[in-house]
């Protein structure tokens, strides 16, 4: 890492749209990020990751994940950057161990099975975050400093309850019958395991944002395996939590507001209860829901920006389709702040040109769409 850059400000930001996208504001031209934009899908990735020998090296090396952050930042016109790393660090800082299998992802060869294990895991208390995850903070900064203020950096953590049903299940699952045994059969251990999550959760974003991110996302990737009620019990507590006590510290202890983003995948239900009970700035949306009914239903609250929301696989059509969903999708979140983006992450098969294409027609339409409204408007 570059001597004394700590010490250095960071560069003036050029680019703020996607910000004030986040805090309520109608940006023209819509801006744009991309889910996984840092990954297997691009060839200059595979050339660090096969230097790097392994997965979790890679994100433990600065200067490397720093390199994979920036490649699509060089390659296409995104609005953001989100800093390479994993959402598994925090099991592996709570003492669990976590490998990266090739041909099956992510795996924790001694999962939790019973409340019994609870007594292996670190607690906040017993943790120095900013000691355990240094090299996720150093990679933040230098970051910034490599970014030079073409765009902001978003930095990320997993949500509690999906790292629950990894911790539990061992990796990924179809069913997740395993975790959610426990939120039916140890309701008092998973409430207490998920409270030890959030902890965690809440510190590691706080040192993020400290460190130089300046937007920060809770990814909850299992969010929609639960039915209402469960998910009220179990998650939404976590969700007030995190956005209500980390949006508190930040302003009390470092004098700044960060805008926050939430990720609750396959959850409709969720939209409402966010909008209405947490302090989240941007609801992203998956591909399933439509975004015209979720700007009403959050608009009965507040004023929240929606993120979203293009099926990944459209990214396999042609131009003209890319282009007609691309017209489709804009009409549908006109109708308030708005950020770009897909319904989930980029495939390892995707054509990194069909994404430029993309991001560059998302770019082009919205503009369009703008002056539109401001001729019938006229």
């Not at 017993?126 to 490599?146: G, N, S």
């Not at 902001?152 to 959610?180: C, R």
């Not at 030890?196 to 990737?221: C, N, P, R, W, Y």
Request: glycine residues 6%.
């Amino acid at each position: 890492m570059d001597k004394d850059i700590t010490d250095k400000p960071f560069p003036e930001l050029q680019n703020d749209r996607i910000i004030k996208s986040a805090f309520g504001e109608v940006v023209t031209p819509s801006p744009v990020w991309i889910m996984r934009q840092a990954g297997r899908y691009l060839p200059e990735y595979h050339t660090v990751r096969n230097k790097a020998g392994d997965f979790f090296t890679l994100c433990q090396s600065p200067e490397m994940a720093v390199e994979v952050t920036l490649q699509p930042i060089d390659r296409f016109n995104l609005d953001a950057a989100i800093i390479f790393c994993d959402i598994l660090v925090i099991p592996q800082i709570m003492g669990m161990e976590v490998l990266m299998v090739k041909g099956k992802g992510p795996t924790f060869p001694e999962p939790l099975e019973t409340p019994e294990d609870l007594e292996k895991l670190k607690t906040l208390e017993q943790i120095e975050v900013i000691e355990e995850l240094d090299y996720l903070f150093k990679a933040i900064t230098l970051a910034r400093h490599r970014l030079e203020g073409r765009v902001p950096l978003i930095g990320f953590v997993g949500a509690p309850w999906t790292l629950m049903a990894y911790m539990i299940e061992g990796g990924g699952s179809k069913t997740f019958s395993k975790a959610k045994t426990w939120l039916y059969k140890y309701k008092e251990a998973s409430h207490q395991l998920l409270q030890m999550l959030t902890d965690v959760v809440i510190e590691d974003l706080f040192l993020q944002a400290k460190h130089g991110a300046q937007l920060l996302k809770v990814f909850d990737s299992w969010a929609g395996e639960l039915d209402k009620d469960t998910f009220i019990e179990f998650l939404l507590p976590s969700y007030k939590k995190i956005s209500v006590t980390l949006k508190e510290k930040l302003q009390s202890e470092l004098n700044i507001n960060v805008p926050l983003i939430i990720f609750a995948k396959g959850n409709y239900y969720a939209i409402e209860l966010i909008a209405k009970e947490t302090t989240f700035d941007v609801i992203a949306l998956d591909w399933k829901i439509e975004p015209d009914e979720a700007r009403e239903i959050v608009s009965k609250h507040r004023n929240v920006c929606l993120q979203g929301n293009l099926d990944p696989c459209a990214l396999y059509g042609e131009q003209d389709e890319i282009k007609e969903q691309v017209k489709r999708m804009l009409k549908k979140f006109e109708n308030g702040p708005y950020i770009c983006n897909l319904g989930h992450g980029m495939h390892p098969t995707h054509d990194p040109e069909k994404l430029g294409f993309y991001i560059d027609t998302v770019h082009e339409l919205s503009v369009n769409n703008d002056e539109d409204s401001n001729n019938n408007n006229n």
